[in-house]
């Protein structure tokens, strides 16, 4: 699956944004920073699985570009894999 993430380069390196499910994250390198977004999108989506709820339908990136707020941002997508069943003990 693919997500759209945002980044922004701080003093102390990358903030990264995955606005379809509110994740906001670091790294000190956009390498880094790109990893950590992948690692807490996984973490999320095992998260809503395991209560049972739907995860929020991605938005269109033309939604982001054309947010004022967004405009010193640079935009990337990231791919994780799509969740695993568990099998139950």
């Known amino acids: ?3 759209l993430i945002m980044l922004e380069q701080t003093e102390a390196g990358f903030a990264v944004q995955v606005p379809d499910l ?3 994250t670091y790294g000190d390198t956009i ?3 790109k990893q950590a977004a992948c690692e807490a999108i996984q973490s ?3 998260a809503y699985r395991e209560a ?3 995860v929020p339908e991605r938005q269109s990136i033309e939604q982001y570009l054309e947010n ?3 405009q ?3 935009f990337a997508y990231v ?3 799509e969740p695993k069943e568990r099998i139950a003990a």
């Open 1 to 3: 699956m693919r997500y």
């Open 22 to 24: 509110a994740i906001v």
């Open 31 to 33: 390498e880094a920073a």
């Open 44 to 46: 999320n989506l095992e």
């Open 52 to 54: 049972g709820q739907a």
């Open 68 to 70: 004022p707020e967004f």
């Open 72 to 74: 010193e941002l640079v």
């Open 79 to 81: 791919e994780v894999p």
